[in-house]
């Protein structure tokens, strides 16, 4: 079993169990998450007995790099192989004096927006705690001596989907004995699903929210989020506010401008409508072309028309400048690769 994928709570029980103390989860924990320890052995504040047990049943996964890529506006993208013949990726991205990781959280993806090469070649699998973990300590230790400052949840695949890896992987995040990370610094990205987000309000982890609304009226949305015809905008909407009200944070909400579809002044004056008296901000992002799809992105001209519009209801919204688009490490550029394609990659 590879110890990476249990949080201190699953560790501390099971040691319980076995009759050791259970307090030993914690200083596993702070060799594997501070001290960057990986063996067992050299866990010195621990029985030896307990050692040998610990060493004879778990093991340390060791995650492979298979490629790193380097943009000219300094993003990374990171090709990580895993046990199977699947390969993931995750995109750092500095920015003043933030980097952000941005993790995956499937191979593949079901919900195929039709704007998105993640879910091109379909759903393949939920990665395991440890395949989430090991890319923000992976990636943490190979780019010493910067840091890592925020991790968004926006990498391949759902993370509402597979929930609860998601939770768990979090959870050892956020733990003062594991990595410590700030909530405030995380974020989940979703093409939202409500009784998930209802979970997420139930559990109470208070990490930020964002979420992919790509349209301000049901029907554009399902064209081109299929997710909308299950969960329809109606309703996230509603989660949303529920989220926003509380966590005391303010939701995100995506929004692609795509050319001659969703980003017109009425579009405009339609989202503000929708999104009014939410606790939230907009994030406005140019499509990122893709071969796979019909779509392209709008003019600096309609871009700014857009601008104005959300301007003049009074929406807070930020701009996000596409990033590593050259190295195909932009919003939707991602996607899950079989390893044995990779030599052409
Ligand atoms: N499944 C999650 C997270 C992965 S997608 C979600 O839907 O939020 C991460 C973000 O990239 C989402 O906001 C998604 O809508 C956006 N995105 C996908 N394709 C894009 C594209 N071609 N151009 C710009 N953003 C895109």
């Known amino acids: 079993m590879d110890i990476k994928d ?57 995650p492979k790099i298979l490629k790193r890529f380097i943009s000219k506006d300094g993003t990374e993208k990171f090709l990580f192989s895993l046990d199977d013949k699947n390969a993931i990726e995750s995109v ?15 191979a593949g993806c079901r919900f195929g927006c039709r704007f998105c090469v993640s879910g091109i070649g379909g759903f393949k699998r939920n990665l395991k705690v440890s395949e989430i973990v090991n890319q923000f300590l992976t990636i943490n230790d190979i780019i010493k001596p910067r840091i890592i400052t925020n991790i968004v949840f926006m990498g391949i695949g759902e993370p509402l989907d597979n929930f609860d890896n998601l939770v768990k992987s979090i959870e050892i995040l956020l733990s003062p004995y594991g990595v410590y990370f700030g909530k405030k610094r995380i974020c989940i990205s979703t093409c939202g699903i409500p009784p998930r987000i209802r979970e997420l309000i139930s559990l109470n982890l208070r990490v930020r929210l964002s979420i992919s609304l790509h349209a301000s009226c049901e029907e554009k949305r399902s064209l081109i989020m299929p997710v909308n015809k299950k969960y329809p905008l109606s309703e996230v909407i509603k989660v949303s506010k529920e989220y926003a009200k509380r966590t005391n944070f303010p939701v995100t909400f995506e929004y692609i401008l795509i050319k001659d579809f969703n980003c017109s002044k009425e579009d405009a004056f339609k989202l503000a409508h929708l999104i009014r008296g939410i606790n939230c901000k907009v994030n406005i992002i140019p499509y990122n072309f893709s071969p796979y799809f019909k779509w392209h992105s709008p003019s600096i001209y309609d871009i700014n028309k857009f601008r104005e519009a959300l301007k003049k ?23 899950w690769v079989n390893i044995n394609e990779t030599e052409t990659k």
């Not at 998450?33 to 040998?52: C, G, H, P």
Request: aromatic share 18%.
């Open 6 to 62: 249990y949080t201190l709570e699953e560790i501390g029980q099971f040691l319980k169990e076995k009759g050791y103390p259970e307090f030993y989860s914690k200083q596993i924990f702070c060799w594997v998450y501070k001290k960057r320890v990986e063996d067992f052995t050299l866990m010195t504040d621990i029985s030896k007995e307990a050692r040998i047990f610990l060493k004879d049943f778990f093991y340390f996964s060791k």
């Open 92 to 106: 750092v991205i500095p920015e003043g004096k933030r980097l952000t990781l941005c993790i995956s959280t499937q």
């Open 313 to 335: 209801k009074r929406i807070f919204f930020t701009f996000r400048k596409s990033r590593g688009q050259d190295i195909e490490a932009a919003c939707g550029q991602l996607r």
